[in-house]
């Protein structure tokens, strides 16, 4: 079987097959984005406002049909899929709108007389690494901000979304993008290990594992390429006193399971003050018990299969080790059933630091619950952790909060809000969560040659 297939985790069935690009196919490929960036780089930025509009526009009217495709190949809700698409259509607005601004030249206070200006332009081919979980929106913020810069790009998604990428490609054709622009590869391991090497690729961005992240940064480091990582998440989502109790669960809810807990910046770890604990686990546990896994395709499921029974079978094994050393499941705790890649709805407590589940990221349903009796102690386990991409902080007085979101080690807090994403906002870690920023006006500024004038 290729590596590049569609196997639709709701039904296990293998849907549709994609041949591997050969390693002529790989060479044209870097060639033809090598030669368009010599033209892009020289487009006017109305030029580029104009494709990333056209592209929004283009999304925006085959809504229904993209989201789809990823409803299939990774086992997304279908209203989540829909929504997953609005976000994208966002991105590409924000960029073609505020894109401009971020290209300004920036005029500098010069000491000794004269002016000196610095100037932002594209680097050249830039190689996106790209994951399963969120098939449009993670090229999205990828693509456009770098289209934007003059960069263009090779796209190498995951393996079990050949449809959605071959459709992204599309999209960009359609829009009127210049041949070679953007540049859709299906590649192996191996191939992209000696595409990194390729003096003609100037950046690598990955979205994916700690491993993923590690080998690519690894290849890249050898021949001095910059890379952007964003990794894994194990978010604290901390409770420290709230005047609605069931407001709250809400939203714990939202940001535990949307995406089917399938997303680095989920909620994962719940830190809940110790005069609240127990009232939120009943009624958290109460709202996990109520929420069943269903078809995706139905306008009413809220939560579908895990990506796939592998991914789910990894996840039990998890939560089974986590409960063979001694953690509590209060609702859930394994598969729906064996040969299938539906999860239960899963609450973890009792989850100390000795278990290796404490220290790992549950990527699926599955929350932890920990009891804390001071801020102090919310912070320590907060940061206790390898990875530090999100976080969330759910407190009343609105200096409590600044409070514990400066102790906080992570790359973005939300207060009073499940962790999230806006085109506007910046996103991305620290620690072994990864390393740059996207979105917003840090997206733009990640892959641009800052070029100095200075003129006596």
Known sequence: MSIYAVTNPATGQVEKEFETITDAGLQDAATAAHAAF???????????????????????????????????EMGKPVLQARGEIDIVVSIYRYYAQNGPKYLEDEQLDVVAGGTAVVRKEGLGVLLGIMPWNFPYY?????????????????LKHAPQCPESALAME??????GAPEGAYVNIFATNEQIAELIADPRIQGVSLTGSERAGSAVAEVAGRNLKKVVLELGGSDPFILLDTANLDKTVKRAVNGRMGNGGQACNAAKRFVVMEDLY?????????????????????????????SSQAAADNLEK????????????????AKVSADAAFFQPTVLTGVTPDMDVFHQELFGPVAMIFKVASEEEAVALAND???GLGSSIFAEDPQRAQRVAHQIDAGMVYVNEPSG??????FGGV?????????????MDEFVNRKLIRTR
Do not use: C, H
């Open 38 to 72: 010599g033209s892009w780089r020289t487009s006017s930025v109305d030029d580029r406002v104009a494709l990333l509009g056209r592209v929004a526009d283009l999304y925006e009217e085959r809504k229904d049909e993209l989201a789809s495709i990823i409803t299939r």
């Open 138 to 154: 993670q090229v999205a913020r990828f693509a456009a901000p770098n289209l934007m810069n003059g960069n263009t790009i090779l």
């Open 170 to 175: 599309q999209v960009f054709r359609d829009a």
């Open 278 to 306: 127990d009232d939120f686990v009943e009624k958290f546990t109460a709202s996990l018990s109520a929420i069943t896994p269903a078809d995706p395709t139905d306008e009413k499921t809220f939560l579908g299969p895990l």
């Open 318 to 333: 998890q939560v089974k080790s986590a409960i063979d050393e001694g953690a509590t499941a209060l609702v859930g705790g």
């Open 385 to 387: 952790t390898p990875f």
């Open 421 to 426: 994403t806006a085109a506007e906002l910046p």
């Open 431 to 443: 620690k072994r969560s990864g390393v740059g920023r996207e979105l917003g006006k840090y997206g």
